[in-house]
DNA sequence: AACCTGGATGTTAGCGGTAACGTTAGCGCT
DNA sequence: AGCGCTAACGTTACCGCTAACATCCAGGTT
């Protein structure tokens, strides 16, 4: 055994150093920094001591060989840029770290394959859990999982066939209510602008839970547009521009009185619109959104949208993850974080 | 050895799984895997076959353990719901994805004491590099970023003592071109929001860039607030929100003709404020901010800001750690990305 | 005195790969 | 034939840690 830390390969104090400096047995250290309780307190002070002293830093690659767990998450989004998913980001890593969990996080777009790719290179890693966004997957990711028998959550979506569990809120239902708000407000020609990314379930369960409002009220649900633009990548259209053009097709095909919109982001980029052409919000047009950004409450006359719940969705689904991973039982495997309408200035 | 691969403690199929099937030693399957060049054609796609069919994925911790690298870099953000550094994360994402690196993300708040946790937790992991946000450390990072002699790139900011390299832009130089613009169109009683954390130096770097040129011009340069507010966490302060309380406290403070804010952001809440307050943007008062976020172009009449070139800023500060990392030389250890002034209806 | 107990510690055998070097066979060359 | 050379592969010795089991010893029981 190499007693020169130096002339390691790594440049690292091992274990090993650290116990013989100590004069304990190597896996005297090991318990020691695993806080396991059958060391003495003298020994450990000593063993810590001499740690802090040789710059030790245990190397979790070997541990993990070694016990199997990583004590690691992957995390697959969309997009990092948008601050929607960020909150849900924030949650899981909040819930992660009380539990001394680490998590990995790659942005896929929304390409199938991007995502089957990350998942893989998660795997390579071995995770002891893996958050996937939305419940629409490449075959060959579900081969990966499947062959993994990894823990997974969903989040997002509730609608779908589930791999195991998941997080989110009932998408149609929200669609709904914001529709049916506009609808109590003696709102008729109302125009919806959708999300720019075509074969998202959240995004078609908002639409057609919108839609389905309206029918039921005995309005024309044909005022849809997706402000899809060639020269912008999917994500870009999402967003304040996207609302902008989303207005400009609208009123191409007819009167329009109030819009519902997908996203916050766009329903602001309606906004701007409207201001732009002189039309007063909400006296002119109406306005919702979806997802009560910071924004919504900011800009006048305050945007009426849904809220959903993203911090603590992220936290449900790490919590659900930990559970699963440490073998406590789930109480089900499905957790609705629910949603809620809030009522502002533009609608 | 066990043949068979059920009954391995961790369920996968290993290295010495696919060599036993494809008749070839476990040597050969790595080399394939590593897409090392001295296999023949031959043997590879018999190697790759068997391992598709035990579904074999290649166990990283493994891998890293024996080559000492990890293929892993570690970025430490203030923040991930800020879709300022989301631009800068994308810009590393995408250049370490090329190079096939992985990352690992953590968000620390504005605390030295959380960053130094997750700089130890990170070096746990054995990462090949690693990416600070600013250029301000506790020693305890210090001396753990030392010990491992790490590459590390800073980002956002070039001012105040490197650790190693950096990647950023000259904040106070930027702040002085935006006061010097408003000076140019004839403002006078200019005041500055600032941006509610403090001891970061790349916002003391604009102020004092900012103010130096107020000062400069023979202008008064003590129209400063800074919006916190106690029920607030620090970065709920750096907002829309922030940024009408702002507002609000500098006309308090007296006559005020333009406003300069730290962040797009702070910039954007003052708008609406202004808005609500039946002040005309830029008749009644001007407007500039700083980072030229998406919203930025949006919002009428458009607001003046510097744009930050964050996803370049991303990708240079990657680049720069994969080719230290890789043994490349350097032109030079920090990479100045610049920034531009984008002039636009508010100021 | 012999026995049991249980907390504190040590020993052994891997975890699943890779580096470094060793071996083999086929080929051209003198 | 004998030699060296190289592509293609194999062997061995680890990397740094943990699970599982073995050992030791003080103190209490019977």
Redesign the pocket.
């Known amino acids: 055994?190499?007693l020169d830390p130096m002339k390691?390969?790594?440049?690292?104090?091992?274990?090993?150093?650290?116990?013989q400096a100590a004069?304990?047995?190597?896996?005297?250290?090991?318990?020691v920094?695993?806080n396991?309780?059958?060391?003495?307190?003298?020994?450990?002070e000593r063993v810590l001591a001499e740690g802090e002293r040789l710059g030790?830093?245990?190397?979790?690659?070997?541990?993990?060989?070694?016990?199997?767990?990583s004590a690691m998450i992957g995390i697959v989004v969309p997009s990092l840029r948008n601050s929607n998913n960020a909150s849900s980001i924030q949650g899981m890593a909040d819930c992660l770290r009380q539990s001394a969990y680490q998590f990995m996080i790659t942005n896929v777009g929304y390409s199938l394959e991007e995502e089957a790719a990350a998942v893989e290179a998660f795997i390579r890693r071995r995770p002891d859990g893996l958050v996937l966004t939305g419940t629409r997957h490449s075959e060959e990711t579900y081969g990966l999982l499947r062959g993994s028998g990894l823990p997974v959550v969903e989040v997002w979506e509730t609608e779908g066939p589930l791999i195991d569990m998941a997080a989110g809120f009932r998408n149609h239902d929200a669609g709904g209510d914001i529709a049916r708000h506009l609808i109590a407000r003696g709102y008729d020609r109302i125009g919806y602008i959708d999300y720019p990314v075509p074969g998202l379930r959240r995004y078609d369960a908002r639409r057609e839970g919108a839609l389905a409002a309206l029918r039921e009220a005995g309005l024309p649900a044909d005022l849809v547009v997706s402000p899809q633009h060639a020269a912008d990548a999917a994500e870009d259209s999402a967003s304040f521009r996207g609302g902008a053009r989303g207005l400009a097709q609208l009123l191409e095909k007819g009167d329009v009185r109030a819009v519902l919109c997908a996203s916050d982001l766009l329903a602001i980029g309606v906004i701007f619109e409207a201001q732009r052409r002189g039309l007063g919000v909400p006296d002119d047009l109406a306005v919702a959104g979806f997802g009560d950004f910071e924004i919504a409450a900011e800009i006048p006359p305050g945007l009426t949208t849904i809220r959903t719940h993203g911090y603590q969705m992220g936290w449900a689904a790490a919590d659900m993850l930990i559970a699963r991973i440490e073998g406590r039982p789930l109480d089900a495997p499905v957790r609705d974080v629910g949603y809620s309408l809030v009522s502002r200035g533009s609608a």
Do not use: C, E, I
Not at 8 to 19: E, H
């Open positions: 055994m190499s390691r390969p790594s440049g690292w104090a091992t274990m090993s150093d650290v116990a004069g304990v047995s190597l896996m005297t250290v090991s318990r920094y695993k396991s309780s059958a060391v003495s307190a003298a020994t450990r030790f830093v245990p190397n979790l690659l070997a541990g993990n060989l070694a016990s199997g767990r």
